[in-house]
């Protein structure tokens, strides 16, 4: 319909890793005429995960930590997925990978006490009001497990190049967790 | 009480307790080992928390809220004298999840968690008192169903309707859990919230047992024979939804058990309405369980909703006892 | 069986805006069989179910001997007086055997309800089926028995009860003439042993050579009670039931078959 109105349109695919990210921020950038600024951005977006892939290499992969996105419902990421590159970036292993779990599927509350990561990522609540899907992160058998990081749900919605600070927030928690 | 029904309670007993212990140390797949194993070792703390935490509160619940539609459904039909009667098809399990999210997603849960079973069981109570004005005297059949139409559109509407203007994003998906039903992720909260309401619900029925034998002549036979209708009515009536109620409020919709497993179970208790009381509760807690221990062992990529397998095996069920009853009516 | 009289003082039974009984009094002895006759819509199922107790909505008193009805407790009155409604109803499939077990539930204990019937209750309910001769179907469906079977075993539930009150609403409706009889028998015989038997029916004919007494019920009032001789005269028929004799009446039988309708 827009097409019809005349008003010039991109479509863009998911991105679903960092490469399919910038890909796409050049193309809009492109576009729209920054593309020195587009540039800039991306540019800042690799040194920062270039330099927490440093960090995270010190450390044989081996030894890594786990990590397990929770999020509403108990869906959890899989491989492939940007929110897994972030991890890698920020030296976790997915624990998702364990059980072979693709993103969007549940991840058992079972076989997440079996696997016992260190790290739970969810997502900030909503305090006020409540759903059954919030309510599982608060099931008695998952208190105290794990760390948890949280990380506001806008934050992983658009693949930007602020993503990379999510990257670095959970680098952060990963030293936090190396002085427990 | 014949040597019948002493074999076929304690068959059934017998039943449902095995697939309680099945149900809790069962592994939900191949890769894992026994509970029962992993508890009996030295470095069993997860096990534990697992048994305790997760397989308790499940399975329990399986067989209360089994038991619950079982005797719920026994007893409508006893009161209403009508095979039909059963809380999925009349609205009363529809309206129960109505109450319980109404007390859920308002918050008020949330700081009173006992509000999500009496919230339930308000809903239930509102459904079964209308359905008793409208379908109680003499009613046939069809006014029986219609009123069960009509009662579980409106419910399911006002349900669809408060999960809609829920302010939290997640709100409006979960009426899948409210109408499909489910038992996985119950924690032994639910378990204290439901479970002292339905046994006083259980405790409501069971009393009025004996009037349900003298219903079978209608009411003013049951009458001349020393039955106070007014107390069987509101013990059933009251039972039936603190039983269904609270079910409802922990675990969503689960329909048909309170249909099927009386009918199954009739002839082998003789007929007798206050014996096929008993014999529903055992008989709907056994066939919770199996569908729960089905539901957690299948292996599927999407996880299967407890009342999808229950209503799988009775919506046929359902058909086929209304084709019986055009029959008999004619 | 403890002689015990039913007694109606000056009822009155309004149903919705309708009158629909005006002051009616009698009282009905045992050993003896009364009878209720009257038009249709003349309130005789409404008077008989205020005598059982189940319609509460009238005024005036029923007496059971000394007793007010309404003032005994409900499982004192189910044990004197054992009542069948008209079309009486057989939900699920319960076999003639359980049905007059039925009778007994006045007599058994509340909170032991999964227990054998007791001797006793065995006892009624074995007698009750021999007199109304329900051995043979003992174990079929009542459901699946023929009419007159089926009024046999309602009549074993009745007798089951071991009342001295019966009272029974129009037993005798689509049953042929060998069943009919047979039916009123079993009730005569009832009285005959102590019993206080009421009946309503329609059939002048059976009611004049059953019953002891009759209470004829015109415009929602007595119109007549007493012997049937002395209730069933021309005038009376006439005023109730607007028919007239023929020409050539036979005293001693009734025979209204052939009797005309007054059309003026």
């Given at each position: 319909?827009?097409?019809?109105?005349?008003?010039?349109?991109?479509?863009?695919?998911?991105?679903?890793?960092?490469?399919?990210?910038?890909?796409?921020?050049?193309?809009?950038?492109?576009?729209?005429?920054?593309?020195?600024?587009?540039?800039?951005?991306?540019?800042?977006?690799?040194?920062?995960?270039?330099?927490?892939?440093?960090?995270?290499?010190?450390?044989?992969?081996?030894?890594?930590?786990?990590?397990?996105?929770?999020?509403?419902?108990?869906?959890?990421?899989?491989?492939?997925?940007?929110?897994?590159?972030?991890?890698?970036?920020?030296?976790?292993?997915?624990?998702?990978?364990?059980?072979?779990?693709?993103?969007?599927?549940?991840?058992?509350?079972?076989?997440?006490?079996?696997?016992?990561?260190?790290?739970?990522?969810?997502?900030?609540?909503?305090?006020?009001?409540?759903?059954?899907?919030?309510e599982?992160?608060?099931?008695?058998?998952?208190?105290?497990?794990?760390?948890?990081?949280?990380?506001?749900?806008?934050?992983?919605?658009?693949?930007?190049?602020?993503?990379?600070?999510?990257?670095?927030?959970?680098?952060?928690?990963?030293?936090?967790?190396?002085?427990? | 009480?014949?040597?019948?029904?002493?074999?076929?309670?304690?068959?059934?007993?017998?039943?449902?307790?095995?697939?309680?212990?099945?149900?809790?140390?069962?592994?939900?797949?191949?890769?894992?080992?026994?509970?029962?194993?992993?508890?009996?070792?030295?470095?069993?703390?997860?096990?534990?928390?697992?048994?305790?935490?997760?397989?308790?509160p499940?399975?329990s619940l399986?067989?209360i809220v089994?038991?619950?539609?079982?005797?719920?459904?026994?007893?409508?039909?006893?009161?209403?004298?009508?095979?039909?009667?059963?809380?999925?098809?009349?609205?009363?399990?529809?309206?129960?999840?109505?109450?319980a999210?109404?007390a859920f997603?308002?918050?008020?849960a949330s700081?009173m968690p006992l509000a999500l079973p009496l919230g339930g069981i308000?809903?239930?109570?509102?459904?079964?008192?209308?359905?008793?004005?409208?379908?109680?005297?003499?009613?046939?059949?069809?006014?029986?169903?219609?009123?069960?139409?009509?009662?579980?559109?409106?419910?399911?509407?006002?349900?669809?309707?408060?999960?809609?203007?829920?302010?939290?994003?997640?709100?409006?998906?979960?009426?899948?859990?409210?109408?499909?039903?489910?038992?996985?992720?119950r924690s032994l909260l639910h378990l204290q919230l439901a479970g002292p309401l339905m046994l006083i619900?259980?405790?409501?029925?069971?009393?009025?047992?004996?009037?349900?034998?003298?219903?079978?002549?209608?009411?003013?036979?049951?009458?001349?024979?020393?039955?106070?209708?007014?107390?069987?009515?509101?013990?059933?009536?009251?039972?039936?939804?603190l039983?269904?109620g609270a079910g409802v409020a922990v675990t969503?919709?689960?329909?048909?058990?309170?249909?099927?497993?009386?009918?199954?179970?009739?002839?082998?208790?003789?007929?007798?309405?206050?014996?096929?009381?008993?014999?529903?509760?055992?008989?709907?807690?056994?066939?919770?369980?199996?569908?729960?221990?089905?539901?957690?062992?299948?292996?599927?990529?999407?996880?299967?909703?407890?009342?999808?397998?229950?209503?799988?095996?009775?919506?046929?069920?359902?058909?086929?006892?209304?084709?019986?009853?055009?029959?008999?009516?004619? | 069986?403890?002689?015990?009289?039913?007694?109606?003082?000056?009822?009155?039974?309004?149903?919705?805006?309708?009158?629909?009984?005006?002051?009616?009094?009698?009282?009905?002895?045992?050993?003896?069989?009364?009878?209720?006759?009257?038009?249709?819509?003349?309130?005789?199922?409404?008077?008989?179910?205020?005598?059982?107790?189940?319609?509460?909505?009238?005024?005036?008193?029923?007496?059971?001997?000394?007793?007010?009805?309404?003032?005994?407790?409900?499982?004192?009155?189910?044990?004197?007086?054992?009542?069948?409604?008209?079309?009486?109803?057989?939900?699920?499939?319960?076999?003639?055997?359980?049905?007059?077990?039925?009778?007994?539930?006045?007599?058994?204990?509340?909170?032991?309800?999964?227990?054998?019937?007791?001797?006793?209750?065995?006892?009624?309910?074995?007698?009750?089926?021999?007199?109304?001769?329900?051995?043979?179907?003992?174990?079929?469906?009542?459901?699946?028995?023929?009419?007159?079977?089926?009024?046999?075993?309602?009549?074993?539930?009745?007798?089951?009860?071991?009342?001295?009150?019966?009272?029974?609403?129009?037993?005798?409706?689509?049953?042929?003439?060998?069943?009919?009889?047979?039916?009123?028998?079993?009730?005569?015989?009832?009285?005959?042993?102590?019993?206080?038997?009421?009946?309503?029916?329609?059939?002048?004919?059976?009611?004049?050579?059953?019953?002891?007494?009759?209470?004829?019920?015109?415009?929602?009032?007595?119109?007549?009670?007493?012997?049937?001789?002395?209730?069933?005269?021309?005038?009376?028929?006439?005023?109730?039931?607007?028919?007239?004799?023929?020409?050539?009446?036979?005293?001693?039988?009734?025979?209204?078959?052939?009797?005309?309708?007054?059309?003026?």
């Amino acid at each position: 319909m827009l097409k019809r109105m005349e008003i010039a349109t991109l479509h863009l695919d998911d991105a679903n890793s960092i490469d399919a990210l910038s890909r796409n921020i050049r193309r809009l950038t492109q576009a729209i005429g920054q593309t020195t600024r587009g540039d800039e951005s991306l540019q800042l977006m690799y040194n920062t995960l270039a330099k927490l892939a440093r960090g995270s290499k010190e450390t044989a992969k081996d030894q890594w930590p786990y990590a397990a996105f929770i999020q509403p419902n108990g869906l959890t990421v899989g491989q492939g997925s940007l929110s897994d590159e972030l991890l890698h970036y920020a030296g976790f292993r997915n624990a998702a990978t364990l059980l072979g779990l693709r993103t969007y599927q549940r991840f058992p509350l079972e076989s997440l006490l079996r696997v016992r990561p260190d790290l739970l990522i969810v997502q900030t609540q909503h305090r006020r009001y409540p759903s059954l899907a919030q309510e599982l992160l608060r099931h008695p058998a998952l208190v105290g497990t794990a760390l948890r990081h949280e990380i506001q749900p806008s934050a992983l919605m658009c693949a930007t190049t602020s993503i990379a600070d999510v990257a670095v927030a959970l680098a952060t928690t990963r030293q936090r967790l190396g002085r427990l | 009480m014949k040597v019948g029904f002493t074999k076929l309670l304690l068959l059934l007993a017998t039943t449902m307790l095995s697939l309680f212990c099945l149900s809790l140390i069962l592994p939900s797949s191949f890769a894992e080992p026994f509970l029962l194993l992993e508890l009996l070792s030295r470095d069993s703390d997860i096990a534990r928390t697992i048994f305790l935490e997760l397989r308790i509160p499940r399975t329990s619940l399986a067989l209360i809220v089994g038991a619950s539609l079982g005797l719920a459904g026994a007893a409508m039909q006893g009161l209403l004298r009508n095979p039909l009667a059963e809380p999925g098809v009349v609205g009363v399990s529809g309206s129960a999840a109505l109450g319980a999210t109404l007390a859920f997603y308002s918050g008020l849960a949330s700081i009173m968690p006992l509000a999500l079973p009496l919230g339930g069981i308000a809903g239930a109570l509102f459904a079964v008192i209308l359905l008793f004005t409208i379908a109680g005297k003499r009613a046939g059949t069809a006014t029986l169903l219609l009123a069960g139409i009509a009662i579980n559109a409106i419910a399911g509407a006002l349900t669809a309707l408060v999960l809609n203007l829920s302010p939290n994003p997640f709100a409006a998906m979960e009426i899948i859990f409210w109408q499909m039903g489910s038992l996985a992720d119950r924690s032994l909260l639910h378990l204290q919230l439901a479970g002292p309401l339905m046994l006083i619900g259980w405790a409501l029925i069971l009393l009025a047992a004996p009037a349900t034998r003298a219903l079978s002549l209608g009411e003013a036979t049951a009458v001349s024979l020393g039955i106070n209708i007014r107390n069987t009515q509101v013990k059933i009536i009251g039972g039936t939804a603190l039983c269904v109620g609270a079910g409802v409020a922990v675990t969503g919709v689960i329909g048909f058990v309170g249909l099927v497993v009386p009918h199954l179970l009739r002839k082998l208790c003789n007929n007798d309405p206050a014996q096929l009381l008993l014999a529903s509760a055992a008989g709907g807690a056994s066939l919770l369980l199996a569908a729960d221990i089905a539901v957690r062992c299948i292996p599927a990529s999407a996880e299967l909703k407890l009342g999808v397998i229950t209503a799988l095996l009775g919506a046929p069920f359902f058909l086929y006892l209304i084709f019986q009853l055009r029959k008999l009516e004619q | 069986m403890l002689a015990v009289n039913l007694a109606a003082h000056a009822i009155q039974c309004r149903l919705g805006s309708q009158l629909v009984l005006n002051n009616i009094s009698f009282s009905a002895e045992s050993t003896q069989l009364t009878g209720i006759i009257g038009t249709n819509g003349a309130g005789k199922s409404t008077l008989l179910s205020i005598l059982a107790g189940a319609e509460k909505n009238f005024r005036g008193r029923v007496t059971v001997g000394d007793t007010e009805l309404a003032h005994m407790p409900l499982n004192e009155r189910a044990k004197q007086i054992a009542y069948l409604p008209q079309n009486p109803q057989v939900h699920w499939d319960l076999n003639a055997q359980q049905v007059t077990e039925l009778g007994r539930t006045p007599y058994r204990r509340r909170f032991n309800w999964l227990s054998e019937p007791s001797t006793e209750d065995q006892q009624a309910v074995n007698a009750a089926m021999r007199s109304t001769q329900c051995e043979a179907f003992a174990q079929r469906a009542v459901q699946s028995l023929s009419n007159g079977e089926r009024m046999r075993v309602h009549l074993a539930r009745v007798l089951a009860v071991q009342a001295p009150i019966i009272l029974v609403d129009e037993p005798i409706n689509g049953l042929d003439p060998y069943q009919q009889i047979h039916c009123l028998e079993l009730l005569r015989r009832a009285a005959q042993s102590g019993g206080t038997v009421i009946i309503v029916l329609h059939d002048l004919d059976l009611a004049a050579r059953f019953c002891d007494r009759l209470l004829l019920l015109h415009d929602n009032e007595v119109l007549s009670l007493g012997s049937p001789t002395e209730v069933l005269t021309p005038a009376n028929l006439l005023t109730a039931y607007q028919i007239k004799p023929p020409v050539h009446p036979n005293v001693n039988n009734l025979n209204l078959a052939n009797w005309e309708r007054q059309t003026d």
